[in-house]
C-alpha cells in the first residue's frame, strides 16, 4: 500500500496524537493525507542533494583543470569537503534539535548551494579551500535532517519508504550528470553551469520544505518507556558503532563512484567528459531504479540477504571494470554497480534509528559521523594509490569495501 494512499492503516493512529499547530496545511487535513505533502517534500529534497552531487561528479575533472591539480592535489579537496561534514556531524543533532528540521534543511541548502555556485569562482586552490570546508559541513547537515525526516515518515507510515526517498536521490543524481553531460556538449562554460545549479537548489528546497513535517513521532527511549534524551552527538558504541563501520565501507565505495568515476573515463579509458558523464548518469539512474524497487524488496525479502547479494554483485562488477579497461564494459558495469549499492545506504541509515536509546537525529548523525570518515580516509587514499601505481588500481577500494558489507551484512538488527 502507499503512502500518498490516505487509506494506509498505520498513519492516523500514528500522527493522532500529535498536537497541531498553527499556520499548516498538513495540519488542517486529516492525519493519512498530512503525511502526503510531506512525502512529496522530503522526495524533492533528497533530489537536491542528489543534483547537486551529480552536477559536482561531473564537473571533478573542471576542477582538477582550473586549478591545474595533480591526484593528490585534488584528493585535498575532497579531503577538506570531508572533514568539513564530519565536523558538522558533530553538531548535526543539536541543530536540528534548536532550529527544527525545518529551518535547518533550509540554512543547509542555502550554504550548500552558495558554496557550489562559488566553486569555481575562486582565484586560487587557496581561497577554494575554506569554502569546500562549508560545502561538506552544509552536505552532511542536510544529508541528516533529510534522513531524519524520511525515517520518522517511514515511522508513521508503519511501512518501508526509505528506499524510495534514497531513490529519489539517484535520479536526481542521474539528473545532475546528463545536464552536465549536455551543458558541455552544448559548451556551456562549467562556472556557469555550478552557478546556476547552486541558486536553483537553494530557492527549490526552500520552497519544497514549506511541505516538511510539523509533528514527529514520539521517541521512546531503551529503558523506563521516557523519552529519549534531546538529539546531541556521542561518537557511536556496540550495536551503533559496527552499523556506522558498515556505513563507512558502503559510502567509501559509493563516494569513489560519485568523486572518480568521470575522472577514471576521460583519464583512464580516455572518453571526452560529455561522454564519460553518461557513465555517472548510468551509474546514478541504475542506483535509482533499484531504490525505488527497493522498498517492496524490503518488504519481502531479508535486509541482510539484500545487502550482502547487491554487494557481492558490487564487487564483481568493479573487477571487471578495472580489469578490462573497456569503455561499454565501463559503462555497463557503472550500472551494475549502481544497482548493487543501491540499498546500502537505506538499509543501514534505517538500522541504526532502531538501535534504542537514542533519538533517530543523534543515531543517524552517529553512524553517519564514521561513515564520512570514509570520506576523510578514501580521498587521501585514492589519490596516493593513483599518484604510485594508476587511478585503475586505487579504484580497487570499492571492491574492497563491497566485500565488507557483504561480510558484516549478518550484523544488522532485526527489523
Not at 542555502?110 to 558554496?115: E, F, H, K, R, T
Request: proline share 6%.
Amino acid at each position: 500500500m502507499s503512502l500518498d494512499s490516505p487509506h494506509s492503516p498505520a498513519a492516523p493512529s500514528a500522527t493522532a496524537s500529535a498536537t497541531p499547530g498553527p499556520g499548516s496545511a498538513a495540519q488542517t487535513a486529516s492525519p493519512a493525507q498530512s503525511l502526503v505533502p510531506a512525502l512529496w517534500s522530503i522526495r524533492a529534497q533528497f533530489a537536491a542533494l542528489g543534483l547537486i552531487s551529480g552536477i559536482w561528479g561531473v564537473h571533478i575533472p573542471s576542477i582538477k583543470a582550473h586549478y591545474a591539480l595533480g591526484e593528490a592535489a585534488l584528493s585535498l579537496v575532497l579531503l577538506t569537503m570531508a572533514l568539513g561534514a564530519v565536523l558538522s556531524l558533530l553538531g548535526a543533532g543539536r541543530v536540528i534539535a534548536r532550529l527544527g528540521l525545518r529551518r535547518a534543511t533550509v540554512l543547509a541548502a542555502l550554504l550548500m548551494g552558495a558554496m557550489l555556485a562559488l566553486a569555481l569562482q575562486w582565484p586560487t586552490l587557496g581561497w577554494m579551500l575554506p569554502s569546500m570546508l562549508l560545502f561538506g559541513a552544509a552536505m552532511s547537515l542536510f544529508d541528516v535532517a533529510i534522513n531524519t525526516e524520511g525515517s520518522a515518515l517511514e515511522s508513521l507510515a508503519g511501512r518501508a519508504v526509505m528506499s524510495n526517498l534514497h531513490g529519489s536521490f539517484s535520479l536526481g543524481g542521474m539528473t545532475g550528470a546528463a545536464l552536465g553531460a549536455l551543458l558541455l556538449r552544448w559548451q556551456w562554460p562549467p562556472e556557469l553551469q555550478l552557478a546556476g545549479v547552486g541558486l536553483l537548489i537553494a530557492g527549490a528546497v526552500g520552497l519544497a520544505s514549506r511541505g516538511m513535517l510539523d509533528q514527529h513521532p514520539p521517541e521512546a527511549a531503551a529503558e523506563g518507556g521516557h523519552e529519549a534524551e534531546p538529539a546531541r552527538f556521542a561518537w557511536p558504541r556496540g550495536q551503533l558503532l559496527l552499523l556506522g563501520l558498515l556505513i563507512f565501507a558502503a559510502m567509501s565505495a559509493e563516494g569513489a563512484m560519485y568523486d572518480w568515476s568521470v575522472l577514471y573515463l576521460t583519464q583512464e579509458v580516455l572518453l571526452p567528459q560529455d561522454q564519460a558523464a553518461l557513465g555517472y548518469a548510468a551509474f546514478a539512474g541504475a542506483m535509482a531504479v533499484a531504490r525505488l524497487l527497493g522498498d517492496r524488496l524490503r518488504d519481502r525479502y531479508p535486509e541482510a540477504l539484500l545487502l550482502r547479494a547487491g554487494s557481492l554483485l558490487t564487487a564483481v562488477a568493479m573487477s571487471l571494470v578495472l580489469l578490462t579497461g573497456l569503455a561499454w564494459v565501463a559503462l555497463l558495469g557503472y550500472a551494475v554497480i549502481g544497482a548493487g549499492l543501491a540499498l546500502s545506504a537505506p538499509i543501514l541509515y534505517n538500522a541504526s534509528t532502531r538501535v534504542p536509546g537514542t533519538t533517530r537525529a543523534a543515531a543517524i548523525a552517529a553512524v553517519t559521523s564514521v561513515g564520512y570518515s570514509g570520506f576523510l580516509l578514501g580521498p587521501p587514499l585514492i589519490g596516493t594509490l593513483a599518484q604510485g601505481f594508476g587511478l585503475s588500481w586505487a579504484l580497487g577500494v570499492v571492491v574492497l569495501a563491497s566485500l565488507l558489507l557483504a561480510w558484516g551484512a549478518r550484523l544488522l538488527p532485526r527489523r
